[in-house]
């Protein structure tokens, strides 16, 4: 695991019990909640496959990673692949900087591998992404609502690149976050 400058730093799946924590955490990390309501429609109408939390030695949650399923076109090469999406990811903003959203991401990742997933799409800032493997290029074979250099794609298994190019759809609650 990444060394961070929060002490005994760990990272464990996220539990009912979290749900107050984690809204709050998220509407802190962003300018309103709308991430916030977003992760909670994603949460409740089953659209998220991986969610985590990183937790401080005191046991606060510092830092929140959704993935939700991204559905490949029901029709062609690649119509089994296991796609998931990245968003959001939080930070306590007084925590920030401190190597949390990188141990968060990277352990999410590794899980996220494990379970069989594929291919992460992510929509964020291009320089803080790139760092996980995450690329604009390989992203433009992926069509969809999203397009440019804040869209970027991390292949976890080589195999799924030769399916690509791949049209796919993101769960419903993404359609009304603008
Ligand atoms: C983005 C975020 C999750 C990163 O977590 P973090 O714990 O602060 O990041 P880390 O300490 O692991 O990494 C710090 C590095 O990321 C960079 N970084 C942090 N936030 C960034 C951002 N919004 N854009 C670009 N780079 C960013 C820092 O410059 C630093 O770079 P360096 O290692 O080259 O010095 C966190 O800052 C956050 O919650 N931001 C608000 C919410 C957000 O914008 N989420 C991303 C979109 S889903």
Known sequence: MTVTAVPNLTVRDFAPADEDAVRQLITAAFPSDREARLVHTLRHCGALVLEQVAVDESGRIVG???YSRVTPAAIGRGQAMQ???LAPVSVWPELQHKGVGTTLTRNSLEKLKECGEELVLVLGPPA???RFGFDAE???????PY???A???LALSEDCL???PIEVA???PFEDFE
């Open 162 to 164: 030769r399916d690509l």
């Open 138 to 144: 390989l992203a433009k074979k992926i069509q969809g």
């Open 64 to 66: 929140h990673v959704a």
């Open 128 to 130: 803080y992404f790139p």
């Open 83 to 85: 796609i998931a999406c």
């Open 170 to 172: 993101f769960a419903t």
């Open 147 to 149: 397009a440019g250099g």
């Open 151 to 153: 869209f970027m794609a």
